[in-house]
């Protein structure tokens, strides 16, 4: 059985404490490699690699790092295939998803960042007749990057891109849920020609080598993407650390639907937005709020399309809808389809597990489901179920829409249809979420902000929000 190791330091190595975790195959059902399950002992290495890594690091030119930073991008592009498989295997999604999302998006994170660092700039504020500020941005030093299961490398990506491209240097931590694709990147980084000791990639639990990240008093900064539940824990250990905190957590996202809208088009986007990635996607949209007037016509046609999409297993090549991510998820979706049933709810379709031929017998699958009936209010529409499970509820005004739209703790992405401009407008402004599509969805712009507020999150990643994350602003003032 294939043993995973840490990155630290420039090479790979076993955990200090010898132990491991078993890593499952989500459209099997099986254990197909070991994970380290690395504690306190290894951060402490990885911390001391990174020290010394980082006067060497941090002084290079911007030009130099944004040079190696591009060769790691082309260094995944140019192993694609293996990327795609392996981020596939691990994590149960289709591999047509992976090789069209997952991983060219990873590629597109460190290219984007390794070019978009020589393009950062600082600010410099002139007071007449006194003098001239100018603000300094310099890198934090080390940082802590803590990433989720549903988009594995392109999430990891996402983080690790702009903390290194700042300047710092780097521990981070993937989901041990899914760690292969972020086990594979120390040898591409390696290759690129990355100075040992600048990024260091350890595995193993949240709770344990998570935690102690999190509680290393030298890693000045962490960004996190990951539940809500964990988001909170986290803020109340690193806070009274003066930590800075960047904190991507879980949503309950509201796809809201006119009747003048391109009915086509949104069908099938909301067929997506849906189920893309068996929902386990933070942006997808899980609360289908429709305007009354078409609530019947599109009950039918989103019912028809969802009947017909196939559960299969996530290697071949045609398959669309994967495996979920574990079997306590599997589980956990599963049990809100019965509270939905207890809390009124009617299941239009789906709500069940698949059970495919062998070799995939034991695999984690489960039809999409469509549910109605429900209140707006009731804990089916107010928990985050992340999985292929969404509930649909009509709506008679734009006010009463936007109410139950705006209504859960939550406020990461809200998607709305309509072909009215002002009303398209209107509704984005009053929307509470870090995030809105109008008519399309998961249209991806690495210069925006990216994030949630409420409970969604504290902070924004992407563009130019995430290289000030990771740079320590420092005001001069010379006197004329
Ligand atoms: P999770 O919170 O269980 O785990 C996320 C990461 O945190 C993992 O690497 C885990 O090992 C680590 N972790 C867990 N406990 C920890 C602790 N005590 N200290 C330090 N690290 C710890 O989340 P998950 O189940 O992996 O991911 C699903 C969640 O992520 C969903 O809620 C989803 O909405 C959210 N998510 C949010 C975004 C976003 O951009 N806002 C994107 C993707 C996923």
């Given at each position: ?24 195959e ?8 070991l ?22 690091w ?10 190696i930073?591009?060769?790691l991008?082309?260094?995944i592009?140019?192993?694609m ?12 999604k ?11 998006r990873?590629?597109s ?15 410099s ?24 299961w ?11 891109a ?12 993937p ?12 040898k591409?980084a390696?290759?690129?020609g ?20 999190v ?5 000045k ?8 539940k ?20 879980g ?6 639907i ?15 937005s849906?189920?893309?990635?068996q ?41 669309r ?6 079997l ?6 599963l ?22 031929e ?12 469509v549910?109605e009936?429900l209140?707006?209010?009731?804990r089916?529409?107010q ?6 499970v ?15 739209a ?18 398209a ?10 995030i ?7 249209v ?27 740079t ?9």
């Open positions: 059985m294939e043993k995973l190791q840490n990155f630290i330091d420039g090479v790979y190595r076993a955990p200090i404490g010898g132990t491991y975790i078993d890593n499952f989500p459209a099997t059902g099986q254990v197909y490699s994970i380290p399950d690395s504690d306190e002992r290894d951060v402490e290495l990885a911390v001391e690699a990174a020290e010394k890594a980082f006067p060497i941090s002084k290079m030119t911007t030009e130099e790092r944004s040079k930073l591009v060769r991008s082309e260094g592009e140019r192993r295939d293996e990327f795609v498989q392996a981020e596939s295997r691990d994590n149960g289709p591999v047509s998803l992976a090789a069209h999302v997952d991983i060219p990873s590629v994170n460190f290219h984007f960042f390794a070019t978009a660092i020589t393009h950062f700039s600082s600010e504020h002139y007071m007449e007749g006194e003098g001239i500020n100018y603000t300094l941005r310099k890198p934090i030093g080390i940082v802590g990057c803590i990433s989720p549903n988009l594995p490398l392109y999430l990891f990506s996402w983080k690790i702009p903390a290194l491209a700042a300047g710092n240097c780097v521990i981070a931590k989901s041990e849920v899914t760690p292969y694709t972020a086990y594979l990147l120390g591409v390696e290759e690129a990355m100075p040992a000791g600048v990024l260091n990639i350890l595995h193993g639990l949240g709770h344990k080598v998570g935690d102690a990240i509680k290393h008093k030298r890693i900064a962490i960004s996190f993407t990951g539940g809500t964990t988001g909170e824990y986290l803020a109340r250990t690193a806070a009274p650390m003066f930590k800075k905190l960047s904190l991507e957590l949503g309950k996202n509201p796809v809201i006119f009747a003048d809208c391109d009915f086509a088009d949104m069908l099938s986007t909301t067929i997506r849906s189920f893309s990635n929902g386990q996607i933070c942006l997808c949209g899980s609360r289908i709020f429709i305007e009354r007037a078409i609530y019947d016509k599109f009950k039918k046609a989103f019912v028809e399309k969802v009947d017909r999409m196939v559960v299969s297993n996530p290697t071949d090549p045609n398959s809808m994967g495996a979920l991510v574990s306590p998820h599997l589980e956990k979706v049990s809100y389809v019965e509270l939905a049933k207890e809390e009124g709810g009617t299941v239009l379709t789906g709500g069940v597990k698949v059970q495919l062998a070799p995939y017998n034991e695999g984690y699958y489960m039809r999409p489901t549910i009936g209140a707006f209010d009731c089916t529409n928990e985050e179920i992340f999985g292929p969404v509930t649909i509820t009509p709506f008679d005004s734009e006010e009463e829409a936007l109410m139950m705006n209504s859960t703790e939550y406020g990461l992405q809200t998607t709305l249809w309509t072909s009215d401009l002002k009303r407008h209107r509704v984005a402004d009053q929307a509470q979420s870090g809105v599509w109008i008519n399309s969805w998961m991806r712009d690495l210069r925006t902000p990216f994030g949630g507020m409420k409970s969604s999150g504290v902070g924004r990643e992407g563009g130019l929000e995430a290289l000030r994350f990771f320590e602003p420092k005001n001069v003032f010379i006197k004329y």
